[in-house]
């Protein structure tokens, strides 16, 4: 007998999926310092584990929760912030206000197949089709990390996010030619459906991965640059004795507060000691 994949058992493992990075990241956040965007990924996980937790209910709550909240706003929801997130982390301007249409969209369609022209076909179509731009929109931005970064670091995700939007056209495809029924609930539906749950599960923890990666080597980029800067006040400097200039490793004399202020994070102020304050205001 062949192994036949339960597509409710599906659902919810992506859903523990996005429990534990949602739990993750609440966690990392109140102990550690975090870029921007990565509030914007956390709330993401959330949206992804309450939507495969309301569609995985399918059948046991009312349609609008499973149907139009679960399976059609929050799955959008989660793409919207997402690419927002990656967008703040490379300090993109928001682009919060049309990456919010897909899912607008969604609510309106899901209402549209759900009440007024039941179609489950239709739905995942547009699901699949509605995702697309905050996934492209992230794939975009992943030049910036290769600039940024390691190649190894955004490789990674590059490699994700591309499966993810393969993912959704062959999803949609393959919707589209299948026998489904208008009324069919998507418990019921083809084998096919159970797959690309499976498929959906694997590309979404290896984004988390991904997305935990980059982060880490930010950090890690920032650090290396801090203990640059730092070793740079380090050892011995040459200094005029009569000017009290610096000579850096070019050769060229700088003056101290110039040299010091390239190389950490001082800002200088100037006034007079009490000493030189008695000198200067007696010469006056």
Same mark, same amino acid.
């Given at each position: 007998?062949?192994?036949?994949?339960?597509?409710?058992?599906?659902?919810?493992? %992506?859903?523990?999926?996005?429990?534990?990075?949602?739990?993750?990241?609440?966690?990392?956040?109140?102990? =550690?310092?975090? =870029?921007?965007?990565?509030?914007?990924?956390?709330? &993401?996980?959330?949206?992804?584990?309450?939507?495969?937790?309301?569609?995985?209910?399918?059948?046991?709550?009312?349609?609008?929760?499973?149907? *139009?909240?679960?399976? %059609? *706003?929050?799955?959008?929801?989660?793409?919207?912030?997402?690419?927002?997130?990656?967008?703040q982390f490379?300090?993109?301007?928001?682009? /919060?206000?049309? /990456?919010?249409?897909?899912?607008?969209?969604?609510?309106?369609?899901?209402?549209?197949?759900?009440?007024?022209?039941?179609?489950?076909?239709?739905?995942?179509?547009?699901? &699949?089709?509605?995702? +697309?731009?905050?996934? *492209?929109?992230?794939?975009?931005?992943?030049? #910036?990390?290769?600039?940024s970064f390691?190649?190894?670091? &955004?490789?990674?995700?590059? +490699?994700?996010?591309?499966?993810?939007?393969?993912l959704n056209?062959?999803?949609?495809?393959?919707?589209?030619?299948? !026998?489904?029924?208008?009324?069919?609930? #998507?418990?019921?539906?083809?084998?096919?459906?159970?797959?690309?749950? +499976? #498929?959906?599960?694997?590309?979404?923890?290896?984004?988390?991965?991904?997305? /935990?990666?980059?982060?880490?080597?930010?950090?890690? *980029?920032?650090? %290396?640059?801090?203990?640059?800067?730092? %070793?740079?006040?380090?050892?011995?400097?040459?200094?005029?004795?009569?000017?009290?200039?610096?000579? !850096?490793?070019?050769?060229?004399?700088?003056?101290?507060?110039?040299?010091?202020?390239?190389?950490?994070?001082?800002?200088?102020? =100037?006034?007079?000691?009490?000493?030189?304050?008695?000198?200067?205001?007696?010469?006056?």
């Amino acid at each position: 007998m062949g192994i036949q994949f339960d597509l409710r058992s599906a659902v919810f493992f %992506n859903a523990v999926i996005g429990l534990v990075f949602f739990l993750y990241t609440l966690y990392f956040g109140r102990m =550690h310092r975090t =870029h921007p965007g990565f509030r914007e990924w956390m709330l &993401s996980s959330l949206f992804y584990f309450v939507s495969q937790t309301l569609i995985g209910l399918r059948g046991h709550i009312p349609d609008w929760a499973s149907i *139009v909240v679960g399976g %059609n *706003v929050l799955q959008l929801l989660t793409c919207t912030f997402l690419a927002e997130g990656l967008g703040q982390f490379f300090g993109q301007t928001s682009r /919060l206000r049309w /990456l919010s249409v897909p899912p607008v969209i969604g609510l309106i369609t899901g209402s549209y197949f759900t009440y007024l022209a039941p179609n489950l076909a239709a739905r995942i179509i547009t699901v &699949s089709l509605f995702t +697309l731009p905050a996934l *492209v929109y992230g794939l975009w931005l992943m030049r #910036l990390a290769a600039r940024s970064f390691s190649l190894a670091s &955004s490789f990674w995700l590059v +490699l994700t996010l591309g499966g993810l939007i393969a993912l959704n056209l062959a999803r949609a495809a393959e919707t589209a030619s299948a !026998d489904i029924a208008p009324l069919s609930d #998507l418990m019921r539906a083809p084998i096919s459906q159970s797959y690309f749950a +499976l #498929l959906l599960s694997l590309f979404v923890l290896a984004l988390y991965l991904g997305l /935990l990666g980059l982060h880490s080597r930010r950090t890690e *980029v920032e650090l %290396n640059t801090a203990l640059v800067e730092l %070793n740079a006040l380090e050892g011995m400097l040459p200094i005029c004795s009569y000017c009290k200039k610096i000579r !850096d490793e070019k050769g060229e004399w700088n003056q101290l507060e110039a040299y010091i202020s390239d190389r950490s994070a001082a800002e200088f102020t =100037h006034g007079y000691c009490p000493e030189c304050a008695t000198k200067f205001i007696k010469d006056l």
